[in-house]
């Protein structure tokens, strides 16, 4: 009986670097010059002290001719990116068919790597936590992955209008955020409702809920605010989250005129 902790992902995966790395005869500076990242980024990566993104695993299974390798180390490894209490909710994420997400901000789903950066930025309490910012963008992006992995999910999104009210400090940085937005709301995997202030107070003001099943129909719910996550995998509190999306969502605009509204407020802050 093995009593010890599992090993962190990025443990493995920094392993995993410096295996191939030696066995392919490079030193880390062979493979700076190589690749063109730099050497102290690299050996930070090879410690498991920094996740990068998920491009770079992909640059380096090109490099070293590993397939699909790395990339799925990485898959597991930017699990350790999130709190514990929100790694069974991911699990489920990555392997859901149908995804039903309602959001008062910007989903992470659906953010910028600008924006994500400015929005995870406002938790950093040094100057110090710059790597702590840089992992969880890197986190944060890599899970967009799951809305174009084969095969694609069902993905329907509910934004509040608040999300659309909120721009970035920088105007480029809240241009490209609108027109990720716009672009992925045409995408026809995706449907992107607009949840307008005229429909009034709702239900899901305090937060997010977000609705996942799998291949073999089984539901959980996942809720969210300022308090913390619950993630409900009973089958009658499932059913209570549902009913409670599905009024949402009879509030909410129609996809064409949610798509249209999204374009009206790029117009706005362009003018």
């Known amino acids: 009986m093995v009593d010890e902790e599992r090993e962190s992902g990025r443990i493995v995966l920094g392993r995993t670097l410096k295996f191939l790395r030696e066995k392919a005869g490079k030193s880390l500076g062979q493979l700076a010059d190589d690749t063109g990242y730099d050497k102290s980024y690299l050996s930070r990566l090879e410690s498991g002290g920094r996740l990068s993104k998920v491009t770079v695993m992909e640059d380096l299974d090109g490099y070293y001719g590993s397939g699909d390798l790395l990339v799925s180390h990485w898959k597991a490894a930017r699990l350790d990116a999130f709190m514990d209490q929100f790694k069974r909710f991911m699990e489920l994420e990555a392997t859901a068919r149908i995804m039903w997400k309602f959001s008062l901000g910007v989903p992470g789903l659906l953010q910028t790597e600008d924006f994500a950066r400015e929005v995870l930025s406002g938790l950093q309490a040094t100057p ?21 992995q084969k095969p694609e999910p069902n993905v329907r999104i509910i934004m509040d209008e608040f999300a659309l009210r909120r721009p970035a400090a920088l105007r480029k940085t809240w241009e490209d955020q609108l027109l990720r937005i716009e672009a992925v709301a045409m995408w026809p995997n995706v449907t992107l409702q607009v949840l307008p202030f005229a429909a009034g107070v709702h239900h899901h003001m305090q937060g997010s809920l977000t609705l996942l099943w799998q291949k073999d129909g089984s539901g959980v719910a996942y809720t969210e605010g300022n308090t913390g996550g619950e993630l409900t995998e009973e089958s009658d509190g499932v059913l209570g989250h549902r009913l409670s999306y599905d009024r949402l969502r009879d509030l909410a605009l129609p996809p064409s005129d949610s798509l249209a509204f999204i374009r009206d407020v790029l117009e706005e802050h362009r003018s």
């Open 128 to 148: 110090e936590d710059d790597g702590w910012v840089e992992e969880q963008v890197a986190a944060r992006i890599g899970r967009q992955y799951l809305l174009r």
